[in-house]
């Protein structure tokens, strides 16, 4: 799959319940995951399906599985005695994509089946990869202002395009294996601009959305590659866009205070995103049904979709709507939910077997959180239970609700 001397320098290198009235029950459970030697957490990464996390040490890494019903963590690790600085999982199988902390240049691809590197892709010495994406049949690698399109199963270059300086990293790869179209968004090189790039099979169509005023903070797409969320570096609003046209459809607004919205996230089949920031929270925030109509070709502007707005279906404005200098602020939607965690750097993912919401932070904690059939405005994280060192459950404890 991976032969010696393709690519780009390749060489052998060695995955509600009701309570009190007005109140939400989450059904919390708050695990506790032991790695070897409690190692530090460089990296968490959502696999494709949504299935896996990807957890990458100072000595290795860790596959956790994203399964919430089940009373047993199921894990397991591997010990390089390397750091590994970025880790991408390929959908349920056993190859992995790394970084190494010692070698941030280079692209390693591990066969954790054979326990093996099977081929490393090398940048010019001083380039640092600041992130990577991952479908079965393509690699992307993200630069500092470069972004390297692969073909995964020969690791020949596709394409390499210009960004604007990405010291995040920000790049979205949709993952869905049908359509046949792929679709890359990464950073235009503009302020504030998007670059999406559509592949049938390796050959790309370019087009760009003017997403916001400041720099980007975080991005993403969905599966299908129709959609796009994105957030400026202030924090406080995401747009949802058409990936093909480029139009806004939807704003949402994750608060009034700046903070750095750390990811997003699409839900594979619901029409739901969540998002997290350096703030003591994570957003759900629910995508108006009618953009369906939108993605198949009906353009809507935001303004008219505001008004179309049922607001027996539709989330909670802001209640200084009466103030028309602030139509940006009193047009966004707030977030349906909002769920209290205390651990700033966490990772997000659905459980879509138990429909749930998995935070996992890097202080080794995973938070299950049911998701309401109505949306609530708060979350309660009611009930934990802890996993012992055995990965057992036992025990529960209570947490209040409190606002960030």
């Known amino acids: 799959m991976f032969p010696p001397g393709t ?47 990807a957890v990458a040490t100072n000595i290795g890494f860790e596959i956790v599985q994203n399964d919430s019903s089940s009373t047993r963590l199921k894990k397991k690790s591997q010990v390089l005695n390397e750091a590994v600085a970025l880790i991408e999982m390929m959908y349920k199988t056993n190859i992995i994509v790394l970084v190494l902390a010692s070698q941030k240049n280079k692209v390693v691809i591990w066969d954790d089946h054979e326990k093996k590197n099977r081929t490393e892709i090398t940048f010019n010495a001083g ?28 690791l020949k270059l596709i394409e390499q395009v210009e960004t604007f300086p990405n010291a995040l990293g920000l790049c979205s790869l949709s993952t869905a294996e049908k359509p046949a179209q792929k679709t890359i968004v990464c950073l235009h090189t503009e302020r504030g601009s998007l670059k999406v790039l559509t592949y049938v099979v390796d050959k790309s169509i370019e087009s760009v959305v003017q997403a916001h005023e400041s720099d980007v903070g975080a991005l993403a797409v969905n599966a299908e590659g129709t959609l796009i969320a994105s957030a400026s570096t202030k924090g406080t609003i995401i747009r949802i866009f058409s990936a093909e046209e480029g139009v806004l459809l939807q704003e949402l607004r994750r608060g009034s205070g700046k903070a750095l919205i750390t990811s997003i996230i699409f ?85 879509v077997k ?16 049911d998701i309401p059939e ?31």
């Open 7 to 53: 690519g780009v320098s390749v060489e052998e290198f060695k995955e509600t319940r009701k309570t009190k009235k007005g109140a939400v029950e989450s059904a919390d459970i708050k695990a506790k995951f032991n790695l070897a030697n409690d190692q530090p957490i460089n990296h968490i990464a959502c696999n494709q399906t949504q299935e896996y996390f």
């Open 127 to 154: 380039s640092e990869i600041r992130n990577i994406r991952l479908r079965k049949d393509m690699l992307v690698v993200v630069l500092e202002d470069k972004v390297f399109v692969f073909n995964f199963e020969t």
């Open 374 to 404: 109505t949306p609530q405005r708060y979350l309660d994280q009611a009930e934990l239970r802890v996993f012992q060192s055995n990965y057992l459950m036992s025990g529960a404890k209570s947490a209040q609700k409190q606002e960030e």
């Open 267 to 351: 839900h594979p089949s619901l029409n739901m995103i969540a998002c997290t920031s350096n703030r003591s929270s994570v957003h759900l925030f629910e995508i108006k049904k009618s953009i369906e109509k939108c993605i198949e070709g009906k353009q809507v502007g935001f303004s008219s979709e505001t008004q179309q707005k049922n607001p027996d279906q539709e989330n909670k404005k802001s209640k200084l709507q009466f103030m028309s200098f602030l139509t940006k602020y009193f047009n966004s939607e707030w977030s349906a939910t909002k769920i209290k965690v205390d651990e700033k750097l966490k990772t997000v993912g659905f459980d």
């Open 354 to 369: 138990n429909h749930r919401l998995i935070i996992m932070t890097h202080e080794r904690v995973l938070y299950y959180v």
